[in-house]
């Protein structure tokens, strides 16, 4: 039984899309005084106007290089960091960053985002209301992260953690910096279009040159891993691939990569992804899929509704559910998922095998009936992305994915992202 009432299928929300005021959400519609404040005065605009890419994060620990790293991009970037109940309420005087990097770096603070979550004006906002949902002590704060870089006018958003570090290189001027995650904004280089025959997913590793053998990402179907013909082939090559036909860039990892604890049981680490194979950026085909995360990952304006992680599975689980729900919508705005060599090394943090193999149960039982589901989904009442998307994650609540919480947290960040000033893609 659905014990939802879509409100993103009627009219006032096509018009909401369209970019006029929304006259009605799910109960009400945020008045022009909350609005004002989701936008105006928990997004600071004017500190940050300048920063047009934004690298997101979570933590409970201690600053780490990968901060240092994302804090000393470019100019155009800017960095937000999440806070947690456990993050050390001193996190920024502990990073010690320089003035020029520690200005474009962004501290959500526990009391910071509890301010967030209060209502304003006589109708509680939708950002106030998404902020309540999420829980603590759990890595979907992270979409916090998200909505607040999309406020202050995102149009890439590279989503990393905190034992993910960006890599250095040396520029034509002979200067040491750091690697960007968008080093061009119209275009990727020499993209290699992948085919795959008819599975329903391919594992991009041994295209991208994965040095250990049999190697696989974490949230690949297992009934897939001993299958030589999901590991695809190269159809061609297209010297420059547009990024408007691009939705979501994950990249690859060096040293500790994304596997899951099956792999780390069975495998010797390090690994890494040799250039020599792996040499530039590989094309997923539209009507197969494959797991990518939240650790390097860059996504485009394009897409940046499908940041929004859900909380009612494991966070091993979060991120790997959130990418295959995106991929069944990103082809129908004909956008693509393009998996990119290492510019990032993982100097993983602590963890059990044991839970991380407990908590991954979902992704080694469920992932293979999860892609048929999502390889058959329709829903060309729903006109829109947003109600798509709603449509989307109702139907997955009601197989087992998710859970209730989760569809009321997709509302409301669909209510959260037109009280921000987002403009959804049309559908193709």
């Known amino acids: 039984m659905n014990p939802f009432a879509p409100f993103w299928g009627n009219e006032s929300f096509l018009a909401a899309a369209s970019g006029d005021e929304p006259s009605s959400l799910r109960a009400s519609a945020p008045s022009k005084e909350t609005a004002a404040f989701s936008k105006n005065d928990w997004v600071q605009q004017s500190?940050?106007?300048?920063?047009?890419?934004?690298?997101?994060?979570?933590?409970?620990?201690?600053?780490?290089?990968?901060?240092?790293?994302?804090?000393?991009?470019?100019?155009?970037w800017c960095t937000v960091v999440v806070a947690d109940t456990k993050t050390p309420v001193d996190y920024m005087q502990q990073a010690q960053l320089t003035s020029n990097h520690s200005a474009k770096v962004?501290?959500?603070?526990?009391?910071?985002q509890e301010r967030m979550a209060q209502h304003h004006g006589s109708v509680a906002s939708r950002v106030a209301q998404f902020v309540q949902q999420i829980p603590w002590r759990h890595c979907a704060r992270k979409n916090i992260g998200y909505l607040y870089a999309i406020g202050q006018g995102?149009?890439?958003?590279?989503?990393?953690?905190?034992?993910?570090i960006l890599n250095l290189e040396t520029t034509k001027m002979g200067v040491t910096a750091v690697?960007?995650?968008?080093?061009?904004?119209?275009?990727?280089?020499?993209?290699?279009v992948a085919i795959v025959g008819e599975k329903l997913a391919l594992n991009p590793?041994?295209?991208?040159?994965?040095?250990?053998?049999?190697?696989?990402?974490?949230?690949?179907?297992?009934?897939y891993i001993q299958d030589v013909e999901s590991h695809g082939t190269v159809a061609v090559t297209e010297s420059m691939y547009p990024m408007s036909r691009i939705g979501v860039v994950q990249y690859c990892a060096d040293r500790n990569p994304d596997i899951d604890a099956i792999h780390r049981f069975t495998k010797p680490l390090p690994m890494d992804f040799d250039r020599s194979i792996g040499t530039s950026p590989l094309l997923i085909p539209r009507h197969t899929m494959a797991p990518y995360n939240a650790q390097a990952t860059v996504h485009t304006s394009q897409a940046l509704w499908a940041t929004l992680l859900p909380f009612t599975v494991p966070g091993r689980v979060s991120d790997i559910w959130r990418g295959y729900f995106a991929q069944a919508l990103l082809r129908d705005l004909d956008l693509a998922l393009v998996f990119a060599p290492p510019i990032v090394h993982q100097h993983r943090n602590v963890h059990s095998y044991l839970a991380d193999m407990k908590a991954e149960e979902d992704l080694y039982?469920?992932?293979?009936?999860?892609?048929?589901?999502?390889?058959?989904?329709?829903?060309?009442?729903?006109?829109?992305?947003?109600?798509?998307?709603?449509?989307?994650?109702?139907?997955?609540?009601?197989?087992?994915y998710i859970e209730e919480n989760d569809v009321y947290l997709a509302q409301l960040w669909l209510g959260a992202l037109v009280e921000v000033g987002y403009c959804f893609p049309g559908i193709q």
């Open 47 to 76: 500190k940050h106007q300048s920063c047009f890419k934004w690298a997101v994060m979570t933590t409970i620990f201690a600053p780490t290089t990968a901060l240092q790293r994302a804090a000393a991009l470019s100019d155009d």
């Open 106 to 112: 962004v501290f959500l603070s526990v009391p910071e």
């Open 154 to 164: 995102a149009k890439f958003v590279f989503d990393f953690d905190d034992d993910n």
């Open 179 to 192: 690697v960007s995650p968008v080093a061009n904004e119209t275009h990727l280089e020499d993209v290699r």
């Open 205 to 223: 590793h041994p295209l991208m040159g994965a040095t250990l053998t049999d190697s696989w990402p974490r949230g690949f179907p297992l009934e």
């Open 365 to 400: 039982f469920k992932t293979r009936a999860l892609l048929n589901f999502l390889r058959n989904w329709k829903n060309e009442e729903a006109r829109k992305i947003p109600a798509r998307m709603e449509a989307l994650w109702i139907d997955l609540y009601e197989r087992g």
